[in-house]
């Protein structure tokens, strides 16, 4: 037979556990006997885990993360395993060719799951990882994607439709992330990571995404990330320290607060080569001519560049000096290499070849390139500084190690759920 008890509530308490009744037809009863339940399991979990006051404590296994080699050519291979039990677990989403896959994975990471729609790209991902990433993300059940510790994904920047939003504000009713962010792939970043709860996560992206649509697509990102709970912290990265490349990325970096609590830190103490390379560190000694510009093109881009800096534009070629550092390198590279042409004495100038583009931004020369020199350009152009974001990737894995080790002291105070948050707990428990 069961027991009868009695609790007072605050008055907002109240309001949700009856709102949550009407929406879900059950009775104060069966959803409050429902949360104590999975109160008291959730408690016997942590009761039953390792700690520093007076319960059998397990050592930690010796986990060796591979520092991030600052020289492409040292990279740590796509198929290498950097030790033989992973630090952490990862899942790769938008992940092009593995940019940041390798990046994690040189930081002592396994990754469990991977996604990327582009049909080359995948040509480029299994090639290298023997790892078929599955195809559109906003297909995929959130569910169904393996547990992991942190959550990394370059998505892509989209404007955030407020029409939806307007019209329940006018209403009076609260929006959330689901509201601000639908239809934008930035949207599946949110709802894996109410899913599955990830450690952390670190999210990539282009600069302007600061002030992209008036600053209001950066500002929807931080609210939806707050509202899922995550301390956030981000920064602007140039990664001209690592490659000879100007090439500045937002990098944003979160810590799940309901199990670290709300004192949470993070700095961007990156440790960049002590010699930055210069562009000829990254030149073929030997390139075919078909690399070298047609005169027709050679032509047109002069009478381009001339024709703007008439007009007082700074738009036209780029010829870096090879002590220097180049232009950023984009998908479009493709079209004519125009942001960076290399000098050649008594001939036209050439554009980089795919291995060069590769070298740029930080891959391995053990990286394989099984597509053509078209899709080659545009996948490198669109992807990421490997050795800059396995520096980073040291940073959260060293982060997450401290966060473990003070959770076994016991001098981490995750943070107690609010009612809505246990309801929504236990809806998912049953579902």
Same mark, same amino acid.
Request: hydrophobic share 35%; glycine share 6%.
């Given at each position: 037979?069961?027991?009868?008890?009695?609790?007072?509530?605050?008055? #907002?308490?109240?309001?949700?556990?009856?709102?949550?009744?009407?929406?879900?037809?059950? *009775?104060?009863?069966?959803?409050?006997?429902?949360?104590?339940?999975?109160?008291?399991?959730?408690?016997?979990? #942590?009761?039953?885990?390792?700690?520093?006051?007076?319960?059998?404590?397990?050592?930690?296994?010796?986990?060796?993360?591979?520092?991030?080699?600052?020289?492409?050519?040292?990279?740590?291979?796509? $198929?290498?395993?950097?030790?033989?039990?992973?630090?952490?677990?990862?899942?790769?989403?938008?992940?092009?060719?593995?940019?940041?896959?390798?990046?994690?994975?040189?930081? @002592?990471?396994?990754?469990?799951?991977?996604?990327?729609?582009?049909? =080359?790209?995948?040509?480029?991902?299994?090639?290298?990882?023997?790892?078929?990433?599955?195809?559109?993300?906003?297909?995929? +059940?959130?569910?169904?994607?393996?547990?992991?510790?942190? /959550?990394?994904?370059?998505?892509?920047?989209? &404007? =955030?439709?407020?029409?939806?939003?307007?019209?329940?504000?006018?209403?009076?009713?609260?929006?959330? =992330?689901?509201?601000?962010?639908?239809?934008?792939?930035?949207?599946?970043?949110?709802?894996?990571?109410?899913?599955?709860?990830?450690?952390?996560?670190?999210? #990539?992206?282009?600069?302007?995404?600061? *002030?992209?649509?008036?600053?209001?697509?950066? +500002?929807?990102? $931080?609210?939806?990330?707050?509202?899922?709970?995550?301390?956030?912290?981000?920064?602007?990265?140039?990664?001209?320290?690592?490659?000879?490349?100007?090439?500045?990325?937002?990098?944003?970096?979160?810590?799940?607060?309901?199990?670290? !609590?709300?004192?949470?830190?993070?700095?961007?103490?990156?440790?960049?080569?002590?010699?930055?390379?210069?562009?000829?560190?990254?030149?073929?000694?030997?390139?075919?001519?078909?690399?070298?510009?047609?005169? !027709?093109?050679? $032509?047109?881009?002069?009478?381009?560049?001339?024709?703007? +800096?008439?007009?007082?534009?700074?738009? @036209?070629?780029?010829?870096?000096?090879?002590?220097?550092?180049?232009?950023?390198?984009?998908?479009?590279?493709?079209?004519? !290499?125009?942001?960076?042409?290399?000098?050649? &004495?008594? +001939?036209? &100038?050439?554009?980089?070849? &795919?291995?060069?583009?590769?070298? /740029?931004?930080?891959?391995?020369?053990?990286?394989?390139?099984?597509?053509?020199?078209?899709?080659?350009?545009?996948? =490198? !152009?669109? *992807?990421?500084?490997?050795?800059?974001?396995?520096?980073?990737?040291?940073?959260?894995?060293?982060?997450?190690?401290?966060?473990?080790?003070?959770?076994?002291?016991?001098?981490?105070?995750?943070?107690?759920? *609010?009612?809505?948050?246990?309801?929504?707990?236990?809806?998912?428990?049953?579902?």
């Amino acid at each position: 037979m069961g027991k009868h008890i009695s609790i007072r509530v605050s008055d #907002e308490d109240h309001q949700d556990l009856l709102d949550w009744c009407k929406n879900t037809n059950q *009775s104060v009863q069966q959803v409050v006997s429902q949360s104590i339940k999975l109160l008291l399991s959730q408690a016997r979990k #942590e009761l039953s885990a390792p700690t520093a006051r007076g319960l059998s404590a397990i050592p930690d296994k010796a986990l060796a993360s591979v520092a991030a080699t600052n020289d492409a050519k040292e990279m740590v291979g796509p $198929q290498v395993a950097t030790t033989a039990t992973p630090a952490y677990t990862f899942i790769d989403l938008f992940a092009g060719i593995g940019g940041m896959r390798l990046a994690y994975q040189s930081a @002592g990471c396994q990754c469990v799951y991977s996604n990327e729609w582009n049909k =080359f790209s995948q040509e480029t991902y299994y090639t290298n990882f023997k790892d078929q990433p599955e195809g559109d993300i906003t297909k995929v +059940k959130a569910s169904t994607i393996p547990d992991h510790d942190i /959550l990394v994904a370059g998505f892509p920047c989209q &404007p =955030f439709s407020i029409a939806g939003v307007s019209k329940k504000r006018s209403l009076g009713r609260e929006t959330g =992330f689901e509201d601000k962010t639908q239809g934008t792939l930035f949207f599946d970043v949110c709802r894996i990571i109410k899913e599955k709860r990830p450690r952390a996560f670190m999210l #990539e992206n282009v600069k302007n995404l600061c *002030s992209h649509d008036k600053g209001n697509t950066f +500002k929807v990102i $931080q609210e939806s990330l707050h509202e899922l709970d995550y301390a956030i912290f981000y920064q602007v990265i140039d990664g001209q320290s690592y490659v000879p490349q100007h090439r500045e990325r937002i990098i944003i970096v979160g810590f799940d607060k309901r199990r670290y !609590g709300n004192d949470l830190s993070f700095d961007f103490k990156l440790n960049p080569p002590v010699h930055a390379p210069v562009l000829r560190d990254i030149l073929e000694p030997n390139v075919p001519d078909k690399y070298t510009l047609s005169d !027709g093109m050679w $032509q047109y881009l002069q009478d381009y560049a001339a024709k703007h +800096k008439a007009a007082g534009h700074g738009f @036209g070629y780029g010829m870096p000096e090879l002590d220097g550092v180049a232009r950023t390198l984009s998908a479009r590279y493709y079209k004519d !290499g125009s942001e960076i042409l290399i000098a050649q &004495p008594g +001939k036209n &100038p050439r554009r980089l070849t &795919p291995r060069e583009c590769a070298r /740029l931004q930080g891959f391995p020369d053990s990286f394989q390139i099984p597509v053509s020199d078209t899709q080659a350009y545009r996948q =490198f !152009g669109n *992807s990421v500084v490997v050795p800059l974001m396995a520096d980073v990737a040291r940073l959260v894995v060293q982060k997450l190690d401290e966060l473990k080790n003070n959770e076994q002291r016991g001098q981490v105070q995750s943070r107690p759920l *609010s009612m809505i948050e246990m309801l929504e707990q236990q809806e998912a428990l049953v579902s």
